[in-house]
């Protein structure tokens, strides 16, 4: 238990013979708890790569978050300030310094076109009387180069659609761990996963949907908010236990674990202020050895 508490982990699950922890960071951080963990035993391992996004300057105006928001009803754009299509414009011309950086430059919306993803993209509703709804599998595959390629082949190729994909080392040496979730019935993904067993280079596949299992995904969102602002998103955030992880003058860095309804919920509350940037994961999962199924949870209301 104290390890939980120096890494800063979270218990997901217990039985009398394992427990299940939730933990973030970098991968140093991750590499020094499962060397710590090794000398207890460890029986599964599922980890998603890495997410980041850009860091903002104190002091700096915020000429890129240029919409109307809660957190900017004062915001005007400085005249000494290229707009952000002209940059680009200058950038792919040949013109200006705008690709200085790298070839990824800020995007606007337009019309319709939202830069950022919408809060309920990928969501598959269990409710679907067609019997369509979300398969979470998992799958112990070789490290080896192109591996990752002939899976999600494999699923493409039969025409399947890939909802969320997390790839990472698994607890053996020489394994990788891969959480996909993949949208059908419960009949044409039992076929799909007899297909996969032919593969060579997969050791294990297990479809986890209808048992009792922990997922979680990793989100960072920036959100646009002056001082004015600020203390209301963070009492957002603490709703939803919610870590700021960076603050500037015009914006705040949220860092969240969930499911994906909990992610929808934080994202669909800050659209009031501004959404700059969102970063996700895919959803990684691992069945509760306690046996406790949470999906049965949501459906039920406390007595008045």
């Not at 990824?104 to 337009?110: A, G, I, L, T, W």
């Not at 939202?114 to 019997?131: F, N, Q, T």
């Not at 060579?200 to 297990?206: A, C, N, R, T």
Request: net charge negative; hydrophobic share 40%.
């Amino acid at each position: 238990m104290w390890l939980v508490d120096i890494f800063r982990a979270k218990i997901v699950d217990t039985s009398e013979q394992s427990l299940t922890i939730e933990v973030t960071g970098d991968p140093g951080k991750m590499v020094a708890l499962t060397t710590n963990l090794e000398k207890f035993g460890i029986k599964e391992i599922a980890r998603t790569g890495k997410i980041a996004l850009r860091r903002e300057k104190m002091g700096e105006t915020a000429p890129f978050w240029r919409f109307s928001a809660a957190s900017y009803p004062h915001l005007v754009k400085e005249s000494s300030h290229e707009t952000v299509a002209e940059k680009t414009k200058l950038a792919l011309t040949g013109n200006g310094n705008a690709s200085s950086g790298g070839d990824v430059y800020p995007v606007e919306p337009y019309n319709d076109f939202k830069p950022v993803l919408d809060a309920h993209w990928g969501m598959v509703y269990d409710e679907d009387s067609s019997g369509l709804r979300s398969h979470t599998l998992s799958l112990l595959v070789a490290n080896v180069p192109g591996v990752l390629n002939l899976i999600t082949g494999a699923i493409s190729r039969r025409g399947y659609n890939i909802q969320s994909l997390a790839v990472g080392p698994a607890e053996k040496e020489g394994l990788s761990r891969i959480t996909t979730v993949i949208p059908g019935t419960d009949e044409n993904i039992d076929k799909l996963v007899r297909q996969l067993q032919k593969l060579i280079d997969l050791q294990e596949i297990q479809n986890i949907t209808h048992m009792p299992f922990a997922e979680r995904e990793l989100m960072l969102i920036k959100v646009a908010a002056d001082t004015s602002a600020r203390r209301d998103v963070l009492d957002i955030a603490q709703v939803f236990r919610a870590k700021a992880i960076d603050v500037s003058d015009h914006t705040i860095t949220l860092e969240v674990t969930g499911d994906l309804r909990k992610m929808s919920a934080l994202q669909t509350q800050l659209e009031a202020y501004g959404i700059c940037e969102v970063a996700r994961t895919g959803r990684v999962a691992l069945v509760r050895e306690s046996g406790v199924d949470s999906t049965y949870l949501r459906g039920y209301s406390l007595p008045l």
